[in-house]
């Protein structure tokens, strides 16, 4: 009897790693043209397929509803990536057009710079959508906000030396791709303060341009996303955090700086331009000790691809 379950679960994992490959590699080179939004759907089969393996006795039954269940679970798990990758390409698109689009409500917020502070925070926090902080401002904050599901609302708090300024989803439900769902967010701040940004969103195509900004600490807790964030040298010592479950992760850092890499992640392909192995997750770039300016970053993540490169 051990010696059937034994080869019942290689039958199970042989198969299932055999067509997850072989779709993984046919659409390497062709697109496979299937309703993937339909098929990912199907993976509760699984569990009724191997219940159902469990209750049979027959040696040759048993392999053929495991093979099975491998068979949908390979499909289901590839369809939940390609319709992922269709959500951010079709939902997620980042084009603004001054407002006018007739897609979603439009929402504007800017706080006005304080020049006596020399501190800022910037918390933001929102569910799906589309996020871009990729230009600087005379204001403290500027927001463009387009959404069709959502409203959102700033607040504003300050110090004697700093200010914090929150921008905030009101209303987070979400029907994951549904027709018709709008919700981006353009981003400016103010390059003379020293920031630090705290971002918390769920699945989202997020992009950042830094390099004009002093970014002393940026930290990102996000679902399944897209992230591309080019890094400056304004300081010393910039750090990089990033939460995330299975995404794409791409940061840009200066040539001339030395980067720091850490990595915590399940099962990650992981491409470090110019980087040496310190230890298990641990990188550095060669000009690491004798840089002058220094980024940290550290990822914790689930099946995620990791770039780090230089520009």
């Known amino acids: 009897m051990k010696d059937n379950k034994m080869k019942t679960s290689h039958i199970f994992w042989g198969t299932l790693f055999i067509v997850l490959g072989l779709l993984v590699f046919i659409n390497n080179f062709t697109p496979i043209y299937v309703d993937w939004g339909t098929i990912w759907k199907l993976w509760p089969l699984v569990i009724i397929l191997i219940g159902i393996s469990i209750l049979i006795k027959h040696r040759y039954g048993k392999g053929v509803v495991a093979g099975l269940a491998a068979l949908i679970l390979a499909f289901s798990i590839f369809a939940s ?3 992922a990758v269709h959500f951010f390409n079709t939902d997620f698109d980042m ?5 006018k689009t007739g897609s979603g409500e439009i929402q504007y917020f800017a706080e006005d710079f304080d020049s006596t502070k020399t501190k800022a925070v910037f918390n933001f926090d929102a569910g799906a959508g589309s996020f871009q902080l990729t230009k600087v401002t005379d204001q403290l904050v ?3 906000i387009e959404s069709r599901k959502h409203s959102y609302e700033i607040i504003r708090t300050s110090n004697d030396s700093s200010d ?12 994951f791709g549904g027709q018709g769902y709008v919700n981006r967010v353009d981003l400016s701040l103010n390059p003379l303060p020293v920031w630090d940004l ?3 969103v769920g699945a989202a195509k997020i992009k950042m341009d830094l390099t004009e900004l002093k970014i002393q600490n940026l930290n990102v807790d996000m679902g399944a996303a897209s992230i591309e964030v ?3 040298e304004m300081l010393n010592e910039t750090n990089v955090n990033i939460e995330a479950g299975a995404s ?3 940061i840009l850092v200066p040539q001339n700086s030395g980067c720091e890499v850490n990595t915590s992640d399940a099962l990650s392909s992981k491409k470090l331009d110019d980087f040496k192995k310190i230890d298990s997750g641990h990188y550095q770039t060669e000009n690491f000790d004798s ?3 220094k980024i940290y970053i550290d990822i914790e993540c689930g099946v995620s691809a990791i770039s780090v490169k230089k520009y």
Do not use: L, R, T, Y
Not at 95 to 99: C, E, L, Q, R, W
Not at 164 to 175: D, G, K, L, P, R
């Open 164 to 175: 914090e300024v929150s921008i905030e989803m009101q209303n987070a439900h979400f029907n």
């Open 248 to 250: 794409e992760i791409i």
């Open 230 to 232: 080019k890094v400056g």
């Open 198 to 200: 705290n971002f918390a």
């Open 81 to 83: 990536f390609k319709s």
């Open 95 to 99: 084009v603004f057009d001054g407002g």
């Open 291 to 293: 840089a002058q300016k």
């Open 142 to 144: 500027e927001a463009q």
